[in-house]
């Protein structure tokens, strides 16, 4: 049953990260009351009192649903839930870090055989960008959504 359940949040950790482009420490910031799951946005707090709204795709809330359903709203260890708890949480039943993304990263291109630098969330948060201006996004829309100050094209332009 944990395997079941830390396959299903692991899951439900990539496609979001896939999905919005976020940074590892804000999928691990993300409480219950930041996700709104009938209209599929993600609401990421910001230094102060911005928030940034990412929209999840089908597959990436699928996932995400799948995952608080069966395992995180339901029998989960702890009684009554709030939005103010943590929508990730590890084994322990204790809200994930960084470092815990980062050896869940390290597992997967171990299984997969992927002995190449720089495989991990910032990979797929370059993804996203890349695909937001492949299908014609807009740069400065696209700064806003990363929750970025400065310009990520000549990060972009190495890939």
Not at 145 to 155: A, D, R
């Amino acid at each position: 049953m944990l395997a079941e359940q830390a396959t299903a949040r692991n899951r439900a950790i990539l496609w979001v990260l896939f999905d919005t482009g976020m940074r590892a420490t804000e999928i691990c910031a993300l409480r219950l009351g930041d996700v709104d799951l009938e209209q599929g946005i993600v609401s990421v707090q910001e230094k102060g009192a911005t928030v940034r709204r990412l929209t999840l795709g089908h597959e990436g809330l699928r996932h995400l649903l799948a995952y608080l359903d069966n395992y995180r709203l339901g029998a989960a260890v702890g009684g009554e839930r709030t939005d103010e708890d943590s929508l990730f949480l590890s084994e322990a039943d204790r809200p994930l870090t960084k470092s815990r993304i980062t050896l869940l990263f390290d597992r997967l291109k171990q299984r997969a055989g992927i002995t190449r630098k720089g495989v991990g969330p910032a990979l797929l948060r370059e993804s996203f960008a890349m695909r937001y201006l492949q299908t014609g996004g807009d740069l400065d829309a696209l700064w806003e959504l990363l929750g970025q100050k400065e310009s990520l094209l000549p990060q972009l332009c190495h890939l």
